[in-house]
């Protein structure tokens, strides 16, 4: 079946600029997460979508991160007045979230290449 | 807390010849374990993953990895490299009942002919 998919591939943007990114989940999992992938950081969580569940955004680096979840699907996340350290590969991944939590496997998309000149 | 060390950050193996990659956890609970791997301008695969069943945990594309767990640690091998293993592969804790990752710094590969 369709994995996650992400859209645009790549951004290039200015900075000031605000910027929307996509996040289309595979069908049927209720849960959905964003992380940030750059030079030196690794990998971060940035915020989790559950349900109906008020989200966990204790990943979010600061108040111009923002990201919303409609119909329990599609996700947005939205960096408002980017700025050049915003640059970087910004991954959404789902999954379908067990109980117990454990073990649950987190299905990545390919990713949005952001460039904030 | 859990944590993810990923002990080299770099290896170069030639083709045919077998693959190691190192990782190293803390954790406070009972952990899932995940490999993935990333090919350039590609999101992250799924390798395996080890959530206290059998500790030799086998997965995709040949690779294998053990839990060990008096020594922290769930090293990926790889009998015989191939070309198309070159890329970049992170190891992945996940502690009981969380649905936050923690991954390792990765390791590139490189497959010499």
């Known amino acids: 079946g369709a994995g996650v998919s992400q859209s645009p591939s790549n951004k290039v943007t200015e900075k000031g600029k605000d910027v929307e990114l996509r996040c289309d989940p595979i069908?049927?999992?209720?849960?959905l997460y964003w992380y940030r992938q750059s030079l030196g950081q690794g990998l971060e969580f940035l915020i989790y979508f559950q349900g109906n569940s008020a989200p966990d955004k204790s990943g979010l680096p600061s108040d111009r991160f923002s990201a919303e979840r409609t119909g329990g699907s599609v996700s947005t996340l939205t960096i408002q007045r980017t700025q050049q350290e915003d640059s970087a590969v910004y991954l959404c991944?789902?999954?379908?979230?067990?109980?117990?939590?454990?073990?649950?496997?987190?299905?990545f998309g390919p990713g949005t290449r952001l460039l904030v000149l | 807390a859990q944590s993810v060390t990923q002990l080299d950050s770099h290896v170069s193996v030639s083709e045919g010849t077998p693959v190691l990659l190192r990782c190293n956890y803390s954790?406070?609970?009972?952990?899932?374990l995940f490999w993935y791997v990333q090919h350039p301008n590609k999101g992250l695969q799924l390798l395996l993953k080890y959530t206290s069943a059998a500790t030799l945990v086998k997965g995709i594309n040949g690779f294998e990895a053990e839990f060990k767990k008096s020594e922290t640690s769930f090293h990926l091998t790889k009998p015989s490299a191939h070309m198309s293993d070159a890329a970049e592969y992170f190891c992945v804790v996940s502690p009981t009942n969380d649905y936050k990752l923690s991954f390792g710094a990765g390791t590139t590969v490189t497959v010499r002919a």
């Open positions: 991944a789902s999954s379908w979230r067990h109980s117990s939590g454990r073990g649950e496997t987190q299905y």
């Open positions: 954790s406070s609970y009972s952990p899932s």
């Open positions: 069908s049927g999992h209720t849960a």
